[in-house]
């Protein structure tokens, strides 16, 4: 994505924010164990690299999560096929406080 390219990075900024808050959202830490501990980090990770690109104005941070988004959705749905019959633990049953 061209860093002058200001509706495309400010339209792939808001999708990114709004997936990674989500999935944020979604985790069930109480039940989740070690995974959900791990995913928390990771979305906050990603949240942070977005600010970054904002104060930034550098694109490459946007596309690096991205990257990281594809790779987890990757693994993720190797894990599904896997672990089929299990019920998921990283999602939250109740609303978040």
């Known amino acids: 994505m061209a860093a002058g390219d200001i509706p495309r ?3 792939a900024l808001s999708k ?11 985790l069930d830490l109480d039940r989740g164990g070690q995974l959900a501990v791990d995913l928390e980090r990771l979305y906050g ?3 942070h690299r977005l600010l970054d690109a904002v104060v930034a104005r550098d694109p490459a941070p946007i596309d690096e999560v991205k990257r990281m988004l594809e790779t987890l959705r990757g693994r993720l749905a190797g894990d599904r ?3 089929r019959g299990r019920p ?3 999602h939250r049953t109740t609303s978040r406080g």
């Open 9 to 11: 990075r400010k339209a």
């Open 16 to 26: 990114l924010t709004a997936i990674i808050g989500e999935l944020q959202n979604t």
């Open 45 to 47: 990770w990603a949240m």
């Open 81 to 83: 096929h896997e672990t």
């Open 88 to 90: 998921p633990v990283t």
